[in-house]
C-alpha cells in the first residue's frame, strides 16, 4: 500500500475522498484549487484501485501545458515519480498496480472510440466541450464491475451555456436541478448523484495576497470578470440588450394588462424552420408608463404551414392582427388565404438596429412566467462583440426568434425617445 503526505486546502478535505456520487462537479474562480485538487484527489484513487482515467479537454493539445503539466507536477512532488511513468509520447501516465490515465481531446472525437474499460472521466473546463461532447463521453464512461465516476470541473460562463442548464437551472424546459444560489451559499450540496463543490481564492491557502488583490480590483473596471474570476458564479456575461427585462406570474401579469385603461394589444410572428423557429408572441403596450406586457407564446420548429396554422387556430376565431416577418411573402399569404388577419411587417435597411432601439426605451418590459422560451431568449440576451471588444449593436450572442417576433408585432408602434427633453416632458404630465 502507497502511502502519501501532502498539504491540502482544508475547503477540499472531504472532495478528495468523497466517492459516493457518479457526477461530481466542481465550479470556482480564478485560482481557488479546483483543478489541483482534481489531480490529486485522481491519483490518489488509481494508486488505491486499479483504474483506467480518461482525461478529456476540448482540444487535445492544450493538456500538454495544463492537466499533464500539473498531473506530472504532483507525481514529482509527492515523491512518486520513481514508480508512476509520465509519458509524453502519446501523453500517458502508467501506475505500478497497473492503473494509467490517458488523455483525448474533445477536437479528435474518432480516437475516443478505440478506448475501453473507461471508470473514471475527468473533464477539465467542461463549459468549452460541446453538450454532445458530454453525452458522448457518458457513453463511453463504463466497466464490468466498478463503480463509475465523471468528474467536471470549470469557471462559471454563462448560464445559457449547456453544463449551468444541464447541473443547475433550464428555463426554457423548466426544469430546476440545483439553485446556484444554494451551492454559493452551503458551498457543498449532494444531490441527485452528484456532489456539488463552490470554491474561490480565499479557499486556496497557498495563494499570495497580492494575486487575491489583483482579482478585486476587477471589480472597479470588469464587474462580469469579477463575478467569474473572484466570486467563482454564474451569471450573464456581456452587455445585456434588455436589462429592463423581468418575468412575473402570469396571473399578474394579466391583472395588469386588464386594469390598464388603454392598452394596444399586438401580435408578432416569426418564421422558421429547420433550426430556427416559428415564434409568435402575444404583447401590450401600456403607451402611457411605457410598459410592454408578454403574455403569450408559440415556440416551435420543423413545422409546416399548414401544421402551423392548425395549432394556431384560435387567431383565426379571435381575429388577432398578426404582423409577421415580411421576408416569408408565400407563408403570409398561405394563412391569410386559410382565414388568418395577418400582414408582413415593413422591413428596410437598418431595421435590425432600429427595432433594437425601439424595444430598448420602454421603461419596464414584463414577460409572464408561462412564456418560457421568451424567457431563455431574452432574460440573458448581450450583445455580439467585434474584434476590438466594441458591442455590435444590432447582433446578439444568440439567434432570438421570440425578439424578432416582437420586433414585427410592434410594427408602426413607436416608444418616445426620453432623451428627448419634449418627449421626456410629455411623459411627466401623462403621469
Given at each position: 500500500?502507497?502511502?502519501?503526505?501532502?498539504?491540502?486546502?482544508?475547503?477540499?478535505?472531504?472532495?478528495?475522498?468523497?466517492?459516493?456520487t457518479?457526477?461530481?462537479f466542481?465550479?470556482?474562480?480564478?485560482?481557488s484549487?479546483?483543478s489541483?485538487?482534481?489531480?490529486?484527489k485522481?491519483?490518489?484513487?488509481?494508486?488505491?484501485?486499479k483504474?483506467?482515467?480518461?482525461?478529456?479537454?476540448?482540444?487535445?493539445d492544450?493538456?500538454?501545458?495544463?492537466?499533464?503539466?500539473?498531473?506530472?507536477?504532483?507525481?514529482?512532488?509527492?515523491?512518486?515519480?520513481?514508480?508512476?511513468?509520465?509519458?509524453t509520447?502519446?501523453?500517458q501516465?502508467?501506475?505500478?498496480?497497473?492503473?494509467?490515465?490517458?488523455?483525448?481531446?474533445?477536437?479528435?472525437?474518432?480516437?475516443?472510440?478505440?478506448?475501453?474499460?473507461?471508470?473514471?472521466?475527468?473533464?477539465?473546463?467542461?463549459?468549452?466541450?460541446?453538450?454532445?461532447?458530454?453525452?458522448?463521453?457518458?457513453?463511453?464512461?463504463?466497466?464490468?464491475?466498478?463503480?463509475?465516476h465523471?468528474?467536471?470541473?470549470?469557471?462559471?460562463?454563462?448560464?445559457?451555456n449547456?453544463?449551468?442548464?444541464h447541473?443547475?437551472?433550464?428555463e426554457?424546459?423548466?426544469?430546476l436541478?440545483?439553485?446556484?444560489?444554494?451551492?454559493?451559499?452551503k458551498?457543498?450540496?449532494i444531490t441527485?448523484?452528484?456532489?456539488?463543490?463552490?470554491?474561490?481564492?480565499?479557499?486556496?491557502?497557498?495563494?499570495?495576497e497580492s494575486?487575491?488583490?489583483?482579482?478585486?480590483?476587477?471589480?472597479?473596471?470588469?464587474?462580469?470578470?469579477?463575478?467569474?474570476?473572484?466570486?467563482?458564479?454564474?451569471g450573464?456575461?456581456?452587455?445585456?440588450?434588455?436589462?429592463?427585462?423581468?418575468?412575473?406570474?402570469?396571473?399578474?401579469?394579466?391583472e395588469?394588462i386588464?386594469?390598464?385603461?388603454?392598452?394596444?394589444?399586438r401580435?408578432?410572428?416569426?418564421?422558421?424552420?429547420?433550426?430556427?423557429?416559428?415564434?409568435?408572441?402575444?404583447?401590450a403596450?401600456?403607451?402611457?408608463?411605457?410598459?410592454?406586457?408578454?403574455?403569450?407564446?408559440?415556440?416551435?420548429?420543423?413545422?409546416?404551414?399548414?401544421?402551423?396554422?392548425e395549432?394556431?387556430?384560435?387567431f383565426?376565431?379571435?381575429?388577432?392582427?398578426?404582423?409577421?416577418?415580411?421576408?416569408?411573402?408565400?407563408?403570409?399569404?398561405?394563412?391569410?388565404?386559410?382565414?388568418?388577419?395577418?400582414?408582413?411587417?415593413?422591413?428596410?435597411?437598418?431595421?435590425?438596429?432600429?427595432?433594437?432601439?425601439?424595444?430598448?426605451?420602454?421603461?419596464?418590459?414584463?414577460?409572464?412566467?408561462?412564456?418560457?422560451n421568451?424567457?431563455?431568449?431574452?432574460?440573458?440576451?448581450?450583445?455580439?462583440?467585434?474584434?476590438?471588444?466594441e458591442i455590435?449593436?444590432?447582433?446578439?450572442?444568440?439567434?432570438?426568434?421570440?425578439?424578432?417576433?416582437?420586433?414585427?408585432?410592434?410594427?408602426?408602434?413607436?416608444?418616445?425617445?426620453?432623451?428627448?427633453?419634449?418627449?421626456?416632458?410629455?411623459?411627466?404630465?401623462?403621469?
Amino acid at each position: 500500500m502507497t502511502v502519501v503526505e501532502k498539504e491540502v486546502s482544508p475547503h477540499f478535505d472531504d472532495f478528495l475522498f468523497e466517492w459516493s456520487t457518479k457526477f461530481q462537479f466542481l465550479v470556482g474562480g480564478y485560482g481557488s484549487g479546483k483543478s489541483y485538487h482534481v489531480a490529486l484527489k485522481i491519483i490518489l484513487k488509481l494508486l488505491a484501485e486499479k483504474r483506467t482515467a480518461l482525461v478529456v479537454r476540448e482540444v487535445y493539445d492544450t493538456h500538454r501545458d495544463s492537466t499533464y503539466s500539473l498531473l506530472e507536477e504532483l507525481v514529482i512532488d509527492l515523491g512518486l515519480d520513481g514508480r508512476i511513468k509520465c509519458m509524453t509520447s502519446p501523453m500517458q501516465i502508467r501506475f505500478p498496480n497497473g492503473s494509467k490515465i490517458i488523455f483525448k481531446g474533445m477536437d479528435k472525437p474518432a480516437k475516443l472510440k478505440s478506448i475501453n474499460n473507461i471508470s473514471l472521466v475527468w473533464l477539465e473546463e467542461c463549459s468549452e466541450i460541446k453538450y454532445s461532447g458530454f453525452k458522448e463521453l457518458l457513453g463511453r464512461l463504463r466497466h464490468p464491475t466498478l463503480k463509475l465516476h465523471m468528474i467536471l470541473s470549470t469557471n462559471p460562463i454563462g448560464e445559457d451555456n449547456w453544463s449551468f442548464k444541464h447541473f443547475f437551472k433550464d428555463e426554457q424546459n423548466n426544469r430546476l436541478v440545483l439553485d446556484d444560489a444554494d451551492l454559493y451559499e452551503k458551498r457543498t450540496v449532494i444531490t441527485n448523484d452528484t456532489y456539488y463543490h463552490h470554491s474561490t481564492a480565499d479557499d486556496n491557502f497557498f495563494l499570495p495576497e497580492s494575486y487575491i488583490a489583483q482579482l478585486d480590483e476587477l471589480k472597479d473596471y470588469d464587474p462580469d470578470l469579477y463575478r467569474i474570476a473572484r466570486k467563482g458564479r454564474f451569471g450573464v456575461n456581456g452587455v445585456k440588450v434588455l436589462p429592463q427585462f423581468e418575468v412575473q406570474p402570469h396571473n399578474e401579469v394579466m391583472e395588469a394588462i386588464r386594469r390598464t385603461v388603454k392598452i394596444d394589444k399586438r401580435v408578432g410572428m416569426d418564421f422558421g424552420f429547420e433550426d430556427s423557429y416559428n415564434a409568435i408572441v402575444r404583447m401590450a403596450v401600456d403607451d402611457r408608463r411605457k410598459i410592454l406586457y408578454l403574455s403569450w407564446e408559440y415556440y416551435k420548429n420543423k413545422m409546416t404551414d399548414p401544421q402551423t396554422a392548425e395549432d394556431i387556430i384560435e387567431f383565426k376565431e379571435t381575429r388577432e392582427l398578426i404582423i409577421a416577418d415580411s421576408a416569408e411573402p408565400k407563408a403570409i399569404e398561405f394563412f391569410r388565404q386559410q382565414g388568418f388577419n395577418i400582414r408582413g411587417a415593413e422591413k428596410f435597411q437598418g431595421s435590425r438596429l432600429a427595432n433594437t432601439k425601439k424595444v430598448k426605451r420602454f421603461k419596464k418590459i414584463i414577460c409572464s412566467d408561462q412564456c418560457p422560451n421568451v424567457i431563455a431568449e431574452l432574460k440573458t440576451l448581450t450583445y455580439k462583440k467585434n474584434k476590438l471588444d466594441e458591442i455590435i449593436p444590432d447582433e446578439f450572442n444568440v439567434d432570438p426568434h421570440t425578439f424578432s417576433a416582437i420586433w414585427y408585432g410592434l410594427d408602426g408602434y413607436e416608444v418616445a425617445d426620453l432623451k428627448n427633453p419634449l418627449e421626456r416632458y410629455k411623459q411627466l404630465l401623462g403621469r
